[in-house]
């Protein structure tokens, strides 16, 4: 936790020394309150209360009690924050960023292509049902019309065969 609270400072006062930009004096001006140069724990302690003190103990290399631009760069450097070595990593970042977007794309691709293939094969198998129903349904159905002209055809010949003898209907 103090390590991420006081990383801003750190960048910061390590961004001024290394690029000399507006915003890097900036920065190291807005925490060098008297205008001196250095930061005193008078001044981190301003800024980052009891936490002023534990980034002075990290950074002040020569043991002076306060915190040259030099030291500063030297820190933010160890750090990270250097441009060059920002740029890299954030190049690197955005690399395995789109490589594991990619990822995800080749992952719901195939999420989508198996789901469709199941789609496919439960709407075959549907079909399939649907059509062995129809052919029993239509053999049933053949199969009681045969029955029933069977017996039509039955009942026609008793009563043809009762009218020849004269047997009355």
Request: net charge positive.
């Amino acid at each position: 936790m103090i390590k991420l609270l006081l990383a801003p400072a750190i960048v910061a006062a390590g961004l001024l020394a290394t690029t000399a930009s507006a915003e890097g004096q900036a920065a190291f001006a807005n925490l060098d309150i008297n205008g001196d140069g250095y930061l005193s724990e008078a001044e981190l302690a301003a800024r980052f209360e009891a936490k002023g003190a534990l980034y002075l103990q990290r950074v002040d290399a020569d043991g002076d009690g306060r915190i040259s631009k030099e030291e500063a760069r030297g820190h933010a450097q160890r750090r990270g924050g250097d441009d060059a070595k920002r740029a890299e990593f954030e190049q690197k970042r955005a690399e395995k960023m789109e490589a594991a977007q990619a990822q995800r794309e080749a992952w719901k691709e195939e999420a989508h292509a198996k789901k469709d293939a199941w789609k496919e094969e439960a709407k075959a198998k549907h079909e399939a049902w649907k059509d062995e129903a129809k052919a029993k349904r239509d053999a049933h159905r053949d199969e009681a019309k045969a029955k029933r002209d069977a017996h039509r055809d039955e009942r026609k010949a008793k009563i043809e065969g009762r009218a020849k003898v004269g047997i009355g209907n």
